[in-house]
């Protein structure tokens, strides 16, 4: 009976353990682990969306090589994405990044304004 | 959990690395690259390889006889000279004492290096690609060269420097009455057949041991003096190129060839950069890196050229075509690094600075002079400037450097 109620509890230690790994440990590591090339590959892939949609407009065939091999950009995206999902970061935390991604490139306009004002008359 | 932890990091580790050499199969894939090959060459005879060599070191062929081929393509050197732009006739000594010396003539272009020049695919020579194969014909600015018995267009290309007044006849004056330096046909055909006549006449006749080792050497070649024209002597310089100067090894065939530890992970990320967002295989392209087109950069003009009023207009000197102002062969980008300075003059004078100007040309003007010419010009020259480089996306610090580092491994 003794035995019985040492293999119980350590039963419920290890499905406590597996279940906050699983919940909380690796989507938080992974997260944080994976967020800063998440980030850059959201903008790399973008970038190569954005270049593919004007080079596939002319006829340049040479050109277009290159922006296929600048789409593998976005298949490491995709990879990560998916990797991250798996490890149980959710979609909507992902969706922020990515938002966080393309804002790096907006600046308030109090920092344009800024050298443009008097420090001392 | 200690495991547990390890776990999660090799998991996470896993996700983080990218797969370079997944991308760069897919790259070799798409630009169908087999890299290098030495066997593949154009059409020579090897036994003439050993009069070649002899020939491409003797300065019996020009016209003052103080210029060789090796005087602008020096062996330490990979078969450039080092300089902006060449000293040829009336000069003397090497590389940067050559232009030290200030007595040559200023050939107004970059001397190129000659590795790879033999191989089959090798088709358009100088920076004007006034040797050319098209659709399997040989064009060249000396007429038709099947019929004068040329194997190859890397032989018409290796004598054309001969029929260069700056490079070998030699300067004109009134107290000289040499037979190659009073050469001067305006069409290339006539200076073809003149200098041929002169160089028989004058290696059949003139006396001393240089030119008695030049006739053995001639004899054990089995190459007719009585019936010589320059194209033997193209020949016999194709010959050695071919054999002695065309092949080397470099460490992205290597890559290309399988072995996967050739390049380092900077130079892999390097080579994904120059196939992908920084469209440089847009020209440099096939295992020669060069699609041996013409297209502008909107490089400076500097203070010497070709054309008229020391501009340098390019390949429209040949197609006498608008549309081909200041453009230039795309260079063969094969030891890239060991081959400076660059451009069709030289203006670069190291790889930073020239790649850096294909993205933005505006930087190499900030510290440069402005020399009297480019300050009025240099608008006409920026307006040739293709419209593919608009398309380049090098964006960051990394990727500059990491496409400097492959460049290294061409």
């Known amino acids: 009976m003794k035995l019985l109620n040492i293999i119980f509890k350590i039963s419920i230690i290890l499905l406590v353990l597996t279940y906050l790994s699983k919940e909380i440990l690796i989507p938080e590591f992974s997260y944080y682990n994976n967020k800063e090339d998440y980030m850059k590959l959201t903008l790399a892939c973008g970038f190569a969306m954005d270049s593919n949609w004007y080079i596939e407009q002319g006829a340049n065939s040479e050109l277009q090589k290159s922006s296929e091999i600048q789409l593998l950009d976005c298949h490491d995206y995709d990879k990560l994405r998916k990797h991250m999902l798996a490890d149980g970061v959710s979609e909507y935390r992902l969706s922020n990044l990515g938002l966080i991604a393309l804002e790096i490139n907006q600046k308030p306009a109090e920092q344009l304004a800024l050298p443009h004002k008097f420090r001392e008359r | ?410």
């Open chain 2, 1 to 410: 959990m200690r495991l547990l932890l390890l776990l999660i990091i090799i998991s996470s580790y896993q996700a983080v690395a990218s797969d370079i050499d997944f991308k760069l199969e897919k790259v070799i894939e798409i630009y169908a690259l087999q890299g290098f090959d030495c066997k593949a060459v154009q059409n020579n005879d090897p036994t003439l390889s050993s009069l070649g060599e002899m020939l491409f070191e003797s300065k019996l062929l020009s016209g003052g006889m103080d210029t060789s081929c090796s005087t602008c393509h020096l062996k330490d050197l990979s078969r450039v000279d080092g300089l902006p732009v060449s000293i040829g006739v009336g000069g003397s000594g090497e590389g940067i004492d050559r232009l030290l010396d200030g007595q040559g003539i200023i050939v107004p272009r970059n001397s190129f290096t000659l590795l790879g020049r033999g191989h089959k695919n090798y088709s358009t020579y100088f920076w004007d690609g006034k040797v050319q194969t098209e659709k399997n014909r040989l064009v060249s600015i000396i007429g038709d060269a099947k019929s004068k018995g040329f194997h190859s267009p890397l032989s018409v290309a290796a004598v054309l420097p001969i029929l260069a007044r700056d490079e070998f006849l030699g300067v004109l004056s009134e107290s000289k009455n040499n037979d190659m330096e009073s050469i001067d046909n305006s069409y290339y055909e006539m200076r073809y057949q003149t200098a041929s006549r002169a160089l028989q006449k004058r290696i059949l006749n003139t006396k001393g041991k240089s030119w008695d080792e030049l006739r053995a050497k001639f004899l054990e070649s089995n190459l007719d003096l009585e019936g010589l024209e320059l194209s033997g002597i193209g020949n016999a310089l194709a010959s050695f190129l071919i054999e002695k100067e065309s092949c080397f090894k470099n460490r992205w065939s290597q890559y290309i060839q399988g072995k996967r530890e050739a390049l380092s992970e900077n130079e892999k990320m390097g080579a994904y950069v120059f196939y992908g967002k920084g469209r440089c295989a847009s020209c440099h392209s096939g295992d020669l890196l060069s699609d041996f087109k013409f297209h502008s950069i909107g490089v400076p003009q500097g203070d010497v050229g070709v054309s008229i009023y020391g501009q340098d207009l390019g390949r429209s000197e040949i197609s006498l075509n608008q549309k081909d102002r200041f453009k230039f062969k795309t260079p063969s980008l094969l030891k890239v690094s060991k081959t400076k300075p660059y451009a069709h003059n030289g203006v670069f004078t190291n790889l930073d600075e020239v790649v850096l100007f294909h993205l933005n040309p505006i930087p190499y003007f900030k510290d440069k002079k402005w020399s009297k010419k480019d300050y009025f010009n240099y608008g006409r020259v920026l307006s040739s400037r293709s419209e593919m480089l608009s398309y380049i996306d090098v964006l960051t610090e990394d990727d500059f450097k990491h496409l400097l580092s492959f460049l290294e491994t061409l």
